[in-house]
C-alpha cells in the first residue's frame, strides 16, 4: 500500500477514534412523546441524563391548560445521605425569585399606592441612590423591574455567605456592599440598555416593605404566595425548610455552602416544584376559564409584565428577545410568545418557562451548578412533545454543543496529522530532539507561540465559561486541546532536518 493511503487510512482511523465517541452523546428530544406520554419520556430518560451531566438530582413540574398536571422527582436530595428527591423536596428558586417579586410590585400598582413611572426615590427614603451625573428621578419603578435603571449587576459575594441563625445585614447595608462584590453603583444612565442588575431588585424589596409598611417576606407571603396556593413557598428559613431542602452541589461536583441570603427580592425564595408551577399556571387561562393572574393581580397586569419592555444584549441576547418587567420574553419561530426566568446560585440552578396562549408551561428545579445543559434538554423535549416551536435555549444549546463537536474533530484530526509527521520523521531519523535547531525557526515559532496561547486561552479563559454550558463536551474540548497543543510543541522541539517530509 502507498504511503499516502496508508496515511489516509491512518487519519481516518484516529478521527473516528476521537470524534465517534461524540456522535453518540445522549439524545434526550421529545421524540415520539406527546402530551400524555411525556411524563413517561422524563421517567424513562431523565435519571440516565442526571448521570450523564453528573447533577445530583431534580425536580419537573408540568403545566397544560392553565393548571398543574404532572410532578416528577429524581436523583438525590443529598448525595452524601442518600437522600431522594421527592416531589416535597424545597429547593432555591434564585433568580426566579425575580418574577414573583414582580407580581408582588404590580400588585402595589393595583392597590394605587405607587405607580411603575415613579421615580423610587419618591417611595424609597432608606437608602440614597448614588451620586450621578444625571438626574437620579429617572430610577423608576418599571426600570427596575426592567433592568434598565442603569444599575450595575450587584453579584452576591461568595466569600460572604451567612450561616442560618448569623447575624445578617440590611437591604440598605447589602445597596452599601455588605454581602456583595461591591457597593451598588451606576454603570450607565437608566434606559440606556438592558443591563441586568440584582442591586435593582434589592431597591424593589426596600420598596415593597417602605410603601406597604410590612417586611418584604410578609407582604409577599399575605399577597401572593398564599392566595396562589404556593403553600411550602416561604422566603424564611425555618426548621421546615431546614428539613426539606436539597443540598446544592457546586460546579466541581463538591457540596455547597449552607446559607441564607441577606435580601429576598433577587433571588431568596424556597419552594417546591408544585410551587412554582401555580405560579407558572396563574400566568394563564385557568381550565375553567379562571383569569390570567388568579385575582392576585389583574389580566391586564400579566399582559404588562409579559410585554417587552427592552431588548436584551450581549449573551442573553442568545435565549431571549427581550426583558418585560421581572421576566425574560422570546417570540417563538411561530409566532407564540413565551415568558420564563431562570435562577443561579451557589450549588442551584432552577428554570421556568411558559407559553400564555396555550396556558403550557414547565419548571425544572435542579441542586448542581453542572445543570445548565440539563435543563436545555429538558425544556427542548417539553417543547418538542407539545407540539411548541423550539425555545431559544435549547437551539443556542445546541448549536454550541454542535460547535464543540466540530472543534473536537477538527482538532482531533490535526491531532492525528502531526502524529503522523512526528512519526514518520523519527523513525527515518529525519527528525530529532534539536530545539534550538536554525531550520524553520519562523514557522516552529510562530508554531510554537499558537500553541502557548491556546493552551493560555483554554485554561485561563474559555474553560471555565464552557464548563457550566456543556460539562461533558468541555472535557472532550480539553482533551483534544491539550494534545494539539502538546503535539505543535513536539513538532517545534523536533525539528525536521533532512529530506523532503510528506
Request: charged residues 20%.
Amino acid at each position: 500500500m502507498s504511503p499516502n493511503g496508508t496515511r489516509r487510512r491512518y487519519l481516518a482511523a484516529i478521527g473516528a477514534g476521537l470524534t465517534g465517541p461524540l456522535a453518540g452523546c445522549l439524545d434526550f428530544g421529545g421524540g415520539d412523546a406527546t402530551a400524555d406520554s411525556l411524563p413517561a419520556h422524563f421517567d424513562d430518560r431523565v435519571p440516565e441524563l442526571l448521570e450523564h451531566y453528573d447533577v445530583p438530582g431534580a425536580c419537573i413540574a408540568l403545566v397544560q391548560d392553565g393548571e398543574v398536571t404532572w410532578i416528577g422527582a429524581y436523583g438525590e436530595a443529598d448525595r452524601e445521605e442518600g437522600r431522594p428527591t421527592t416531589t416535597e423536596t424545597v429547593f432555591r428558586a434564585a433568580s426566579i425569585t425575580k418574577s414573583v417579586t414582580a407580581w408582588g410590585v404590580l400588585n402595589l400598582v393595583e392597590r394605587g399606592e405607587i405607580e411603575l413611572d415613579d421615580p423610587i426615590e419618591r417611595h424609597v427614603t432608606r437608602w440614597e441612590l448614588p451620586e450621578a451625573e444625571f438626574d437620579t428621578e429617572a430610577v423608576t419603578v418599571r426600570r427596575l423591574l426592567s433592568h434598565t435603571s442603569g444599575l450595575q449587576m450587584g453579584l452576591p459575594d461568595e466569600e460572604q455567605l451567612y450561616a442560618p441563625g448569623e447575624e445578617r445585614p440590611a437591604p440598605e447595608e447589602v445597596l452599601d456592599g455588605e454581602g456583595l462584590e461591591s457597593a451598588a453603583r451606576f454603570e450607565q444612565p437608566p434606559g440606556t440598555e438592558f443591563s441586568y442588575s440584582n442591586a435593582g431588585f434589592v431597591l424593589l424589596e426596600l420598596l415593597i416593605e417602605e410603601v406597604s409598611g410590612r417586611e418584604y417576606e410578609t407582604y409577599m407571603q399575605e399577597e401572593i404566595l398564599e392566595p396562589l396556593g404556593m403553600d411550602d413557598a416561604t422566603f424564611t428559613w425555618d426548621e421546615e425548610v431546614a428539613s426539606t431542602i436539597a443540598t446544592g452541589y457546586m460546579l466541581d461536583g463538591d457540596r455547597g455552602p449552607v446559607f441564607v441570603d441577606p435580601v429576598k427580592a433577587p433571588g431568596g425564595l424556597y419552594a417546591t416544584a408544585d410551587d412554582l408551577a401555580r405560579f407558572v399556571a396563574a400566568a394563564t387561562t385557568g381550565p375553567e376559564g379562571e383569569s390570567q393572574g388568579r385575582g392576585v393581580i389583574a389580566p391586564e397586569s400579566v399582559a404588562e409584565i409579559h410585554t417587552p419592555a427592552v431588548e436584551t444584549s450581549g449573551l442573553y441576547a442568545l435565549v431571549a428577545d427581550a426583558y418585560g418587567l421581572g421576566h425574560f420574553v422570546e417570540t417563538l419561530p411561530d409566532g407564540q410568545r413565551a415568558v420564563w426566568h431562570g435562577g443561579q446560585h451557589t450549588g442551584w440552578l432552577s428554570h421556568y418557562h411558559c407559553v400564555p396562549e396555550t396556558g403550557d408551561g414547565i419548571v425544572v428545579l435542579t441542586n448542581s451548578e453542572r445543570a445548565q445543559r440539563f435543563l436545555s434538554d429538558v425544556v427542548g423535549a417539553w417543547a418538542e412533545a407539545r407540539g411548541l416551536s423550539s425555545v431559544a435555549m435549547s437551539r443556542t444549546y445546541s448549536r454550541f454543543a454542535t460547535g464543540a463537536r466540530v472543534m473536537v474533530g477538527v482538532a482531533g484530526l490535526a491531532s492525528a496529522g502531526l502524529v503522523w509527521r512526528l512519526g514518520r520523521g523519527l523513525r527515518s531519523g529525519d527528525r530529532r530532539f534539536e530545539p534550538f535547531a536554525r531550520t524553520s525557526v519562523r514557522s516552529r515559532a510562530a508554531l510554537g507561540g499558537v500553541a502557548v496561547l491556546l493552551l493560555g486561552l483554554w485554561w485561563g479563559l474559555a474553560r471555565d465559561i464552557l464548563v457550566p454550558l456543556l460539562p461533558v463536551l468541555t472535557g472532550w474540548l480539553t482533551v483534544a486541546l491539550s494534545a494539539l497543543a502538546l503535539l505543535a510543541v513536539l513538532t517545534v522541539l523536533f525539528p525536521h532536518t533532512g529530506g523532503d517530509e510528506q
